[in-house]
């Protein structure tokens, strides 16, 4: 038995966030497919980005069921969207993808609090933080795509999202 063990009730949200982020991870690797084929690279390298880290959270949140002896359950994951009109499309979707993800990390965490389970609390107060900064960055993206009204604007803000990238050290493979 774990030192510490975890409801019922707060691992069913831990669980069910595992998933929704593996279904996020999912749904970047889409839009990055859709950059690529648009000959929006720097998109496509953001996007592959994004999806990395998603999958990355997915395995925080199994790692902390796993070591409080859950076992986590990977459901099967919806199919994502993969059809767009427009890059602005595409950045209203990670838009909303990411006001989803806050809806989830904060029910999880109301669960947590309700049943008092300080090392879930814990685990999700670095989610609670960085979905700040994931919905603000979404918030920005809608806006440039907004402002960038023509084609050459656009392909600006693909090439500096690329550039940003790079001087980042970020070398996220294509899609295949």
């Not at 890059?87 to 008092?116: C, F, H, P, W």
Request: aromatic share 8%.
């Amino acid at each position: 038995m774990p030192a510490i063990a975890v409801k019922p009730a707060v691992a069913a949200e831990l669980q069910r966030q595992f998933n929704q982020e593996l279904a996020a991870a999912h749904a970047y690797l889409a839009l990055a497919a859709w950059c690529d084929f648009q000959n929006l690279k720097g998109f496509a390298k953001f996007f592959s980005k994004q999806s990395f880290e998603e999958r990355t959270h997915a395995q925080r949140f199994m790692r902390h069921l796993l070591d409080r002896g859950v076992m986590t359950v990977t459901t099967a994951l919806p199919g994502p969207k993969t059809e767009f009109s427009s890059v602005l499309d595409i950045a209203r979707q990670a838009q909303a993808m990411e006001a989803s993800n806050t809806a989830g990390i904060n029910a999880a965490y109301e669960a947590a609090l309700r049943e008092k389970d300080y090392p879930a609390q814990v685990l999700l107060h670095a989610f609670i933080q960085e979905q700040v900064e994931e919905e603000n960055w979404a918030d920005e993206m809608v806006s440039r795509v907004e402002d960038a009204a023509c084609a050459g604007a656009m392909s600006f803000l693909d090439r500096h999202i690329e550039r940003q990238l790079e001087e980042e050290g970020v070398n996220a493979a294509k899609p295949e």
